[in-house]
């Protein structure tokens, strides 16, 4: 059974920062990729950011210049620092992970709040 766990959200002041952290319990391999979604009341989830176990990353138009996504070498550990946030940042943030392209392997965390007060 694999654990995805998320932390580090909360009420954030707009433009000021928050650095969320994720961290998979399965330790038999590393995941191909891990990510973070997002989705705001009355929207779809979408993609925030992905990194690859070799540190290639893919970021939302959105966020480019703003967040930065990162993970610890040949762990299931990821990172999203989040600076200059903004109202529309508003979201639950999830963390997932996935073994592309073993395509039934893909989970997902509770999710983690994080909130852009104006």
């Known amino acids: 059974q694999v654990q995805v766990a998320e932390s580090g959200g909360g009420l954030v002041q707009a433009g000021g920062s928050l650095r969320l952290s994720c961290a998979a319990s399965r330790n038999t391999f590393v995941f191909n990729v891990m990510g973070w979604y997002r989705q705001a009341p009355g929207k779809q989830r979408e993609l925030v950011a992905t990194i690859t176990r070799n540190g290639s990353t893919n970021y939302a138009d959105s966020v480019k210049g703003r967040f930065t996504i990162s993970r610890v070498t040949n762990k299931n550990t990821v990172y999203l620092q989040m600076n200059n946030v903004k109202s529309e940042d508003t979201a639950v943030y999830y963390c997932?992970?996935?073994?592309?392209?073993?395509?039934?392997?893909?989970?997902w965390g509770q999710g983690t709040q994080v909130t852009v007060s104006s």
């Open positions: 997932n992970c996935n073994h592309w392209p073993v395509v039934t392997i893909n989970y």
